[in-house]
């Protein structure tokens, strides 16, 4: 039986924002979830899960989909030459954008794969003699994983905490470091929160005690300046998809001077110097290369863009809205990723009630799961709170009449949520509900 092909509606109009934005004020009785559908697709404001694809990138993908189709590994004909051409221009634009060499940029399916190859292969390459990592409780779950995995194969793993602001004590990371540790990994930018590590000065004390630096960068390549011999940084995972690229590509990078080795983590026939065995998608490789050359070129615009927009965004929710709080660093974070917990609202009735806008209550990798986000834990957000997090991400695209309309239609729902909330009324009568001893049943 034939399946119908799902078809993208378009994006909702300025104008139509506009109008349901002002309908949404314009009274009380008649506000409900049912009167608040938009015409067309639902605002894209979740950044940190995937970027659209710029049509640019398509444009540089396209003639290697359809016509310049040839196997990059095949050296006896011209369509494999002109395709490991595209392939080589590819790595130069990725290199070119965090200020590497060309050689030290290995093509994967993207960060995951990444951090597996980097923590994995470091790993196991050096383990006879170094068998100790070093990370944070509030990385990737690919990372944790991947660090979970090399326990049970015997390396000894410590998992550093980070403070109330998200970040990492360097002290404690110093006093952490001993002579069998082969790596320190951590995230440039949070995923969840927008928190940026102090990576210059992680990569600095790397170098001084001989340990390999790896950071996971999918957050922060293309959208703020990374330079990995400025910020000392061996080994760094990017993700196409997260800078306006296709999905299933990505890179690691692997410094050449003073040489890291890596055990590879796949078998096969040897490519990407051995490294990671695999026919490489050219078309994807071309669009990863067009999106980080776009991404270099414009850098400042995106910045300034995301930047006023997520002010506009957060001043306008946390102005009007009281028993709110922003997650993680003020000062040293990401402004296109906005963390913020509503008090007195039950988080999955928030995200229902949002459903014209795309938005999530933490990483998509892990946004199945009904237990509270380890990284809000492990920042010591309380359950409550931490169940009511949205995480709002600001990109190229995002429009101004988007913004105004997802401030307004947030302020509406968390009133007529609160409005349903015993707690709530508890709170405004001058109850401390901290104070009052619950029975149980």
């Not at 189709?69 to 004909?77: A, F, K, R």
């Not at 990407?272 to 615009?301: Q, W």
């Not at 101004?400 to 309309?405: F, I, L």
């Amino acid at each position: 039986m034939r399946r119908g092909i799902a078809r993208a509606m378009p994006r909702a109009t300025p104008r139509a924002l506009s109008q349901l934005g002002r309908r949404c004020l314009s009274t009380n009785q008649d506000f409900s979830i049912a009167g608040s559908t938009l015409e067309g697709r639902a605002i894209y404001l979740d950044s940190q899960a995937t970027t659209p694809t710029d049509p640019r990138v398509l444009d540089a993908m396209l003639p290697y989909i359809t016509g310049m189709y040839g196997n990059p590994h095949s050296q006896t004909h011209a369509y494999g030459w002109e395709s490991a051409e595209v392939v080589d221009v590819a790595r130069e634009q990725v290199a070119s954008l965090i200020g590497a060499n060309p050689k030290e940029i290995v093509f994967t399916s993207g960060a995951t794969e990444s951090n597996n190859m980097a923590i994995k292969g470091v790993g196991r390459f050096y383990g006879a003699k170094k068998n100790h990592v070093i990370t944070t409780v509030t990385e990737h779950k690919c990372v944790l994983d991947s660090c979970r995995w090399l326990q049970q194969q015997g390396f000894e793993v410590t998992y550093l905490p980070v403070g109330k602001d998200g970040l990492v004590d360097l002290a404690q990371l110093e006093a952490s470091i001993r002579p069998e540790t082969s790596l320190v990994s951590v995230m440039h930018t949070n995923n969840e929160i927008g928190v940026i590590q102090p990576i210059a000065e992680i990569g600095a004390l790397c170098k001084k005690k001989k340990v390999f630096f790896h950071v996971d960068a999918a957050q922060a390549v293309g959208k703020i300046p990374v330079d990995v011999n400025e910020l000392n940084i061996d080994l760094m995972s990017i993700s196409a998809h997260k800078l306006y690229g296709p999905k299933g590509i990505g890179a690691l990078y692997v410094r050449r001077r003073p040489r890291v080795r890596l055990e590879p983590v796949l078998s096969g026939g040897g490519q990407e110097r051995g490294f990671r065995s695999g026919t490489l998608p050219h078309p994807l490789a071309a669009g990863f290369g067009a999106a980080c050359e776009i991404a270099s070129r414009e850098m400042d615009r995106d910045s300034a863009h995301i930047a006023r927009l997520s002010e506009k965004l957060r001043k306008g929710i946390m102005d009007a809205i009281p028993h709110c709080e922003m997650n993680g660093s003020l000062e040293s974070r990401y402004p296109g990723n906005l963390n913020i917990s509503f008090g007195f609202v039950e988080g999955e009735s928030l995200l229902m009630a949002l459903k014209d806008i795309a938005i999530s209550s933490g990483s998509a990798c892990t946004s199945a799961s009904l237990e509270p986000s380890y990284v809000l834990r492990a920042l010591g957000v309380e359950d409550d709170m931490a169940h009511t997090s949205i995480r709002w991400g600001i990109g190229r695209f995002t429009t101004d009449a988007e913004v105004d309309y997802a401030v307004q239609t947030c302020i509406r729902h968390v009133e007529r949520l609160r409005e349903m909330s015993p707690l709530y009324e508890m709170v405004q009568e001058g109850i401390d509900i901290r104070t009052i001893q619950w029975s149980s049943h």
